[in-house]
């Protein structure tokens, strides 16, 4: 859990995934890769620069949690989680193009949200709350974009 948890860290997982996306699937998997990019930059500054500070919440005390499972510890606040806020945009808005990659994003997604309270920096609602955030940006998102790059006709 302290791979997946680190790999999100900046975003890195989505980056590399976008990139993987962008290259791989033509001209779907470039505005897929786009608009998960997109999504994450708006749910980042959401969770990091905003909720976080309307929000104030202290970090877990990690003393229940195993040494083994200690992740490095943030410095900002834990309400929401931006790690669990970016998966869950990048996820969502992806999908827009490739709804087939719906189950390993979404599966992906939850299981760095599982990584965050594994690892003792966040709180299960904190997860919940970034999930929430991203789900919401997400789609904000793909709605806000679907009428570029697509044909006319029917979704």
């Known amino acids: ?68 499972r200690h992740a490095r510890m943030p410095t900002s606040g834990s309400f929401p989680s931006g790690h669990t806020a970016s998966a869950f945009a990048f996820a969502t808005a992806v999908t827009a193009d490739l709804p087939q990659l719906a189950l390993p994003l979404y599966g992906v997604a939850t299981a760095v949200g599982y990584s965050r309270v594994h690892n003792g920096v966040h709180y299960p609602g904190d997860v919940m709350g970034g999930a929430i955030l991203g789900l919401t940006v997400g789609t904000t998102v793909r709605e806000a974009t679907l009428r570029f790059g697509r044909p006319p006709g029917p979704r």
């Open 1 to 68: 859990m302290d791979r997946l948890s680190d790999a999100a860290n900046y975003s890195v997982l989505w980056l590399v995934t976008a990139g993987a996306v962008a290259l791989a699937g033509g001209r779907a998997g470039r505005r897929a890769a786009f608009r998960g990019l997109a999504a994450i930059g708006v749910a980042s500054a959401m969770a990091n620069l905003a909720a976080k500070h309307l929000f104030p919440r202290n970090r877990p005390d990690r003393s229940a949690t195993p040494a083994t």
